[in-house]
């Protein structure tokens, strides 16, 4: 079965940085669309980053645009969210989302229910 795993959360100052990764396992495609979502107490998960893995197009929201880099390592079922210029409305629960199914439809799949499979979360928390 598949498993995400994500790392790298923390508690940072304004303007500072971090790198979050996730370890996928369990699919042997090399076919996928991941992403990297974000939740705030009280508010909706939205999409942040995603990526087409074999192909390595990206799309970002505005609100991140510039901030964010999504990455995959080698092998490729590493995934990074290099995050900067941190600010305190980017404090949430970031996860980390998989869908096989569907890769092919990656540009438009920014919503939570069009990926398949999660990680449990990395918390980032940004004080001003």
């Known amino acids: 079965q598949v498993q995400l795993v994500e790392s790298g959360g923390g508690s940072v100052q304004a303007g500072g940085s971090l790198r979050l990764s996730c370890t996928a396992s369990?699919?042997?495609?090399?076919?996928?669309?991941m992403g990297w979502f974000r939740q705030a107490p009280g508010k909706a998960r939205e999409a942040v980053a995603r990526?087409?893995?074999?192909?390595?197009?990206?799309w970002y929201p505005g609100s991140v645009q510039g901030r964010f880099t999504i990455s995959q390592g080698n092998p490729k079922n590493t995934l990074y969210l290099q995050v900067n210029n941190l600010q305190p409305e980017d404090t949430a629960m970031y996860y980390c989302?998989?869908?096989?199914?569907?890769?092919?439809?990656?540009?438009?799949?920014?919503?939570?229910?069009?990926?398949?499979?999660w990680g449990q979360g990395t918390q980032v928390t940004v004080s001003s």
């Open positions: 989302a998989a869908e096989i199914r569907t890769w092919f439809a990656c540009s438009s799949l920014t919503s939570p229910a069009s990926f398949s499979y």
């Open positions: 369990g699919y042997t495609t090399n076919r996928a669309c």
């Open positions: 990526i087409l893995s074999g192909d390595g197009r990206t």
